[in-house]
């Protein structure tokens, strides 16, 4: 019984050991950076599907440059959605 019980906290130690040195290399991005490089993904993705509704029709480039630094700079010095995406605040 005693040689069950040490076999398994071996493996209980391990498992946290491994999962200790392991989390740091999967650790997901959740700076604010990260989080406006999502939307602005989620913005490209809404352009194509906006360009791929009309077929023969292209958004011109000026336009689309135009909307993403628009839409950056209305997430970046946007401080209300600080307090709605984050819970801190």
């Known amino acids: 019984m005693w040689f069950s019980v040490a076999v398994?906290?071996?493996?209980?130690?391990?498992?946290?050991?491994?999962l200790g040195i392991l989390s740091p290399l999967f650790k997901a991005d959740d700076s604010f950076e990260g989080f406006l490089i999502s939307?602005?993904?989620?913005?490209?993705?809404w352009t194509m599907r906006i360009e791929k509704c009309v077929e023969g029709a292209f958004l011109p480039c000026g336009l689309y440059y135009n909307i993403k630094e628009y839409v950056w700079v209305a997430m970046l010095y946007d401080f209300n959605m600080m307090i709605e995406e984050y819970n801190f605040y």
């Open 39 to 45: 939307r602005m993904q989620d913005i490209d993705k």
């Open 8 to 18: 398994e906290f071996c493996g209980l130690s391990f498992f946290s050991l491994l």
